[in-house]
């Protein structure tokens, strides 16, 4: 079929104008960013940085003024005009954070996704992304005055965002129908230009659905077991079926995570119906099948229990689908497991660090009894040109590097003093103070509230802390972000731990964000002077936030976990705690002794040692150290083209 797209349009606005708005090449692009907040700064904040949302609410006279430069536009659009190619690689994931503007994400796996379309875009490789379209995306944090923390759901107007609608040659949208035990699931496409990558999101909120499946793509990672299978269902088979709808047909399958494993098991049955029997159609699956794990904890995965599986895959298949089911099925649990049976089904999997290639081996072992599980890794990067602040360049003087990062704290100063004024104010706090200086040596945490991510770890000795905050010559500052899932006791406990602190004896020198996302993420990585991580060994799969900061320049100091293993070479941050304590409660101790130690005996002095000009010549060179460090190491660039030579390229 012939498939054409509705994107959003202006009749009194240059037509290459809406097309640079509509692909995301912007992201990365800051002249081009400059050039849309330019057109009307208060409209570029009110509508979260979504230069399509800005064009449409434009008034008149504003369009007027921007169609006389109608060939600026021309040539601008000429110079990004995208150049799509036929896939040979196709990209499933639950979610992408590409930018604040399509809040389709929750966090870090999100962001990983986003981040690989751009680098995918960057190095010209066919690739197409698979992912849901969340007509709420994830849900929304806010923080009482006694650090609560509650949610609620903002909906999105994809029609106003740069999102375009798949429709077919007579002008109505093209529908993907997934087969459910009990009816017929419908979902419409919406595409996003990444740059040269298409991502293709499946949006079931179709008045043709049962309301019960307009909900399943409602909200991400909300609602109950059968809530999440279904999601699970629309992306990997529904995702499948729109491939084959459009007539893409790749060579690889890269499922990001086991939600799209159902992708496998429905192409096996398509071939197994053409044929082949079980043993051939599960060869030639395999064979096109990449399968990347990022969860260190066997419960963190998905699991279903078969009775609730059963009737699904029964739908799908037609046939019988006890022998399918086997396929997730690992020693005595008998559920099924969708990372089981993606790794059952893949010829290439792999872990997101060295570390982490190492206990996913070690969890997986049952499925390879007599044999070392083929499991290797291949480590997490960023997108550099998304993360850098155009600032940041290591082949600046000490003196401008110095600079120009100061210039970025001030910059993540401003930006957490308003926000955290606006928290504040709605609880009816109308006086607030800066609580923040922009000189002062500046700490970032920001991660989900998860217990094993020790959040609380530097407050575990308050009377050693205050000290460290506080010296009068030396001062240091904390400034943290972070959700708790809505069904999260203990991390919203974290929370409130957090905030009490913030409100108490560390009033001043401790500020906790509310709803942490892309641009909150942006400003901590780019400004901060160390990025603090403080895992529980060795649950830490990666923990790419720690790759932003050092290639903006800043320091890590972090428990040797993920890709810190991988990254510290001495001079570019600290280590906390030993890599030889096993044991999570004697980390504990250890971490918070050897955290605190770090902070009195080298960072803060380092931080405040300064030159007849003021200027902290080692922190800069271990600055200088950090960024080259991370770039290309840990770049998505370099992810890419290694998921490229080793698992994409047969």
Same mark, same amino acid.
């Given at each position: ?49 979504? /230069? ?50 399509? /809040? ?13 379309? @751009? ?6 490789? /066919? ?323 998860? /217990? ?10 308050? @009377?050693? !802390? ?20 809505? !069904? ?23 500020? !906790? ?81 050897? !955290? ?55």
């Amino acid at each position: 079929m012939t498939v054409k797209y509705t994107c959003p349009s202006r009749q009194d606005l240059p037509e290459s104008l809406m097309a640079l708005a509509i692909n995301m090449r912007w992201v990365w692009d800051d002249k081009l960013i400059e050039m849309f907040k330019s057109f009307d700064p208060v409209l570029w904040e009110e509508y979260r940085h979504n /230069p399509v949302a800005l064009l449409m609410n434009l008034d008149a006279a504003k369009a007027e003024e921007l169609s006389a430069d109608k060939d600026l536009y021309d040539q601008l659009q000429k110079k990004f005009k995208p150049e799509f190619k036929t896939p040979i690689t196709a990209y499933f994931s639950m979610e992408y954070g590409i930018h604040e503007c399509l /809040p389709v994400y929750s966090g870090g796996l999100g962001i990983l996704s986003g981040d690989h379309m @751009k680098a995918a875009s960057d190095l010209a490789l /066919p690739m197409v992304g698979v992912g849901l379209a969340y007509r709420e995306g994830y849900f929304q944090q806010q923080l009482d005055q006694h650090g609560n923390q509650t949610e609620y759901n903002r909906r999105n107007i994809f029609t106003q965002m740069p999102m375009s609608l798949a429709v077919d040659d007579s002008g109505l949208p093209v529908l993907i129908k997934i087969p459910f035990p009990e009816a017929e699931v419908l979902a419409l496409v919406w595409r996003v230009d990444v740059g040269n990558v298409p991502l293709y999101l499946l949006d079931c909120d179709h008045d043709k659905n049962q309301e019960q499946y307009r909900q399943i793509t409602r909200s991400l990672y909300g609602g109950d077991h059968t809530m999440r299978i279904q999601q699970e269902i629309v992306l990997g088979v529904g995702g499948q079926i729109m491939l084959e709808q459009f007539g893409i047909n790749p060579e690889a399958y890269h499922l990001n995570e086991g939600h799209a494993a159902f992708q496998t098991l429905y192409r096996l049955s398509s071939l197994m119906s053409d044929g082949k029997s079980q043993s051939e159609a599960e060869a030639i699956v395999t064979d096109s099948t990449v399968f990347t794990t990022h969860t260190p904890v066997a419960a963190g995965n998905d699991m279903f229990d078969l009775d609730l599986a059963r009737p699904y895959l029964k739908t799908l298949t037609g046939t019988d689908v006890e022998d399918l089911l086997k396929l997730g099925i690992m020693g005595e649990d008998n559920r099924f497991g969708m990372p089981v049976a993606a790794l059952r089904l893949s010829r290439f999997a792999n872990g997101v660090s060295e570390k982490h290639g190492e206990v996913s081996r070690e969890m997986w072992s049952e499925l390879w009894p007599e044999k070392q599980a083929p499991i290797t890794h291949v480590t997490n990067g960023v997108h550099m040109p998304t993360w850098i602040a155009p600032s940041i360049n290591p082949e600046l003087s000490n003196l401008e590097l110095w600079n120009n990062h100061c210039k970025l704290r001030r910059k993540l100063v401003s930006f957490a003093q308003e926000k955290f004024a606006f928290q504040m104010k709605r609880s009816g706090v109308e006086d607030v103070p800066n609580i923040l200086d922009p000189d002062v040596l500046t700490i970032g945490f920001a991660r989900r509230f998860a /217990p094993y991510k020790r959040a609380t770890l530097l407050f575990s000795d308050m @009377k050693r !802390l205050f000290a460290i905050l506080s010296q009068s010559e030396k001062p240091v500052q904390v400034v943290m972000a972070g959700k708790a899932h809505p !069904l999260n006791v203990e991390g919203k406990d974290l929370i409130r731990e957090v905030w009490s602190h913030m409100q108490g004896e560390l009033k001043g020198r401790l500020v !906790l964000l509310e709803n942490y996302n892309i641009e909150v993420g942006r400003h901590l990585v780019q400004g901060v002077d160390v990025w603090l991580n403080t895992p529980t060994r060795p649950v830490e799969a990666s923990g790419t936030s720690g790759m932003k900061a050092a290639a903006n320049g800043g320091l890590n100091l972090s428990v040797p976990d993920g890709w810190w293993l991988e990254g510290f070479n001495g001079v570019n941050g600290w280590e906390i705690g030993r890599r030889d304590i096993v044991d999570p409660q004697q980390q504990f101790i250890e971490d918070a002794e050897s !955290l605190y130690s770090l902070l009195e005996s080298e960072v803060v002095p380092m931080f405040y040692d300064r030159n007849s000009d003021g200027l902290p010549e080692k922190w800069v060179e271990w600055m200088r150290n950090a960024i080259r460090s991370a770039h290309p190491r840990f770049s998505a660039s370099r992810m890419v083209d290694e998921y490229n030579r080793r698992a994409y390229l047969k």
